[in-house]
């Protein structure tokens, strides 16, 4: 006679236990995302500085990105294993080709949301081309530029965790044995630790961009005030 | 001095030019205002003057220089610039706006704080505001902001577009007395667009009327274009009061004035009846000890034989030797005794009547 013993859906003692890899993980999610972000902001901004001296690369440069943006992350990682192999490179290249299109839309249009009048009052008054982008068109668009910098984090975050699905460290991992342990209660503790975790550093980096945007643009917290 | 040769905008894609061979020379130390009903070409013309527009062919000067000659970023530091809807920067604040073309310049910081402190005075702000944003200002100290960013870097010419357009009348009017009031101290080129024929001649020492596509009507003072618009288009432009709006730009203390039926309280009555008498008139005026006013009577009502002590009526309105020979009339129409009395700071300094109005305007 055997009795069935409902099996707790997370092990605490395990998650305690595994405090130090679980750190690991974290900070290998968060390295893969800085990444991401980082080389996606680099890139959109060369693009996006191509889109401001020749207008007319706007249409090509968002087809394209866009094209990036809508392939399914895990194809993108299908195609380019044989060629860069089972590297941070490879996922990177998938993620960062998903920042692209919203990155680059996001400034073009922040940049293009600035008033005519203070536009024309800067030049009138002798800003020149470039020191009116810095100067006066780029704080004005920050705003929704930061809000296309939350919205590539928030999605990079969630892709990551696919990433491991290539081998790669991140939260994923925990997601992954678990489903290979799934029948043992610390492979279901497993699975709700990775994406639980997944969920939260979500959330609170995307409240962190929030307050760095508010930071950043004391003239626009003044008008809710 | 600003001149325009033979100026041309042709706008691409447009059938007619813009502005079509505009001649035009500005007087150092002037406001020149350009009027002309909307499309005319007014904010095309003013800026061509900073480059903000390229003109398709013609030169303009400013200084002595052409404008051609010099690169656009240079040349706009050296014109104050206020535009139709103002445009402050949202994102700095009332004292980074105003220091804007001393910060283009490389001031340093010290001087650019001087700088922004004697500006706020001037406009008349107060500097509590120095660190808001622009949205919590008003409309009318925006305004003001935007005259005092432009006058930053002491630039000998400024152009201003329609730079009283969004407030309302009463606080434009107040705006309009503080720029003459500050043209009087700082006394630049200032090229001003309006479509409002009254702005127009209350502010320019020089009108320039332009009908669409840029066609310069008449160029002269207000007087002469109000006293003698040179066609039918200036004439309806002006509108049907042009007799009355020309009677604005006379100040009162221009004319001889009359002394009128007036005696000081304390006279006998024979010499009231006298005074009026000789001035033809059916009532008395009654000064104070001070020559102040105090009121007028009836010469029915003064004793046969006695002494002026008081009067019956008050004067419900006067004018002061500032105001226009517009002002005089207005209180010679709504007044009992058909006069209006003037004033120098409360003291009596005799009458404007109907007739000395009239032979200023023959004149
Ligand atoms: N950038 C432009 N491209 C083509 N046409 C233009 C451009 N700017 C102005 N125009 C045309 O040139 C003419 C003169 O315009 P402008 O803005 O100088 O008029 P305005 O006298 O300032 O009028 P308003 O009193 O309404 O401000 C108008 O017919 C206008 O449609
Ligand atoms: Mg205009």
Redesign the pocket.
């Given at each position: 006679m055997t009795t069935v013993v409902a099996a707790p859906l997370i092990r605490w003692d395990w998650v305690f236990r595994n405090g130090d890899k679980i750190v690991e993980r974290i900070i290998e999610h968060l390295i893969l995302t800085g990444l991401a972000v980082g080389f996606g902001i680099a890139i959109a901004l060369v693009l996006t500085a191509i889109i401001l001296r020749w207008r007319g690369a706007y249409g090509p440069i968002t087809g394209i990105t866009g094209l990036m943006y809508s392939i399914p992350s895990v194809a993108l990682f299908a195609f380019f294993v044989p060629i860069t192999g089972i590297t941070i490179l490879t996922a990177e290249i998938a993620l960062v080709s998903y920042t692209l299109l919203i990155l680059i839309r996001n400034t073009i249009a922040g940049l293009d949301g600035v008033p005519n009048d203070v536009r024309e009052a800067a030049t009138g008054m002798g800003y020149t081309r470039r020191r009116l982008l810095f100067e006066i068109e780029l704080p004005l668009a920050l705003p929704v530029i930061i809000t296309g910098i939350r919205i590539a984090t928030v999605t990079v975050i969630g892709l990551v965790t696919i990433s491991s699905l290539i081998g790669l460290g991140g939260l994923g991992q925990f997601i992954l044995q678990g489903l290979t342990t799934f029948s043992s209660p610390i492979g279901t503790t497993k699975i709700f630790l990775g994406t639980g975790l997944s969920i939260v550093l979500a959330i609170v980096i995307d409240l962190g961009l929030v307050l760095v945007e508010r930071l950043v643009t004391p003239w626009a917290r003044r008008v809710a005030n | 001095m600003i001149t325009l040769t033979d100026v041309t905008k042709h706008?691409e894609?447009?059938t007619t030019p813009?502005v079509e061979n505009l001649s035009l020379t500005i007087e150092e130390g002037t406001i020149t205002v350009l009027v002309?009903p909307?499309?005319?070409?007014?904010?095309?013309?003013l800026k061509m003057i900073n480059r903000l527009i390229e003109p398709t062919s013609g030169d303009i000067t400013v200084g002595g220089n052409s404008v051609i000659d010099r690169p656009p970023h240079e040349l706009r530091r050296e014109i104050g610039y206020v535009i139709?809807h103002i445009g402050l920067f949202p994102h700095k604040t009332i004292r980074k706006n105003i220091a804007t073309v001393p910060h283009l310049l490389g001031w340093d910081a010290a001087r650019i704080a001087e700088r922004v402190d004697e500006l706020i005075e001037l406009v008349d702000l107060d500097e509590e505001m120095l660190d808001r944003y622009p949205h919590e200002l008003s409309g009318g100290q925006r305004q003001r902001v935007g005259v005092a960013r432009a006058l930053a870097a002491d630039p000998p010419v400024m152009l201003m577009d329609?730079p009283f357009g969004a407030v309302d009348p009463i606080v434009r009017g107040k705006l309009q007395d503080e720029l003459l009031d500050l043209q009087r101290r700082v006394k630049k080129t200032i090229v001003l667009?309006t479509?409002d024929v009254d702005e127009a001649v209350k502010l320019g020492d020089k009108v320039a009327i332009l009908n669409i596509g840029g066609v310069l009507e008449q160029y002269d003072s207000p007087e002469v274009i109000l006293g003698s618009p040179a066609n039918d288009f200036v004439r309806s432009f002006l509108g049907t009061d042009r007799g009355l709006k020309r009677l604005g730009l006379f100040p009162i203390e221009t004319l001889q004035l009359d002394t009128g039926p007036f005696v000081g309280v304390g006279a006998t009555t024979a010499v009231a009846r006298s005074v009026a008498q000789s001035h033809n008139s059916e009532w008395i005026g009654v000064l104070a000890e001070d020559d102040t006013l105090l009121g007028w009577s009836p010469v029915d009502s003064l004793a046969v034989d006695g002494v002026v002590t008081e009067a019956a009526e008050r004067f419900l309105s006067w004018v002061d030797c500032n105001d226009s020979l517009r002002d005089a009339l207005e209180v010679i129409i709504s007044s009992h005794t058909r006069i209006a009395a003037v004033l120098d700071g409360g003291t009596f300094k005799g009458i404007v009547t109907l007739d000395q109005i009239y032979a200023e305007i023959m004149t």
């Open positions: - | 706008y894609g447009a813009a002309g909307s499309g005319c070409g007014k904010t095309t013309t139709q329609e667009v479509h």
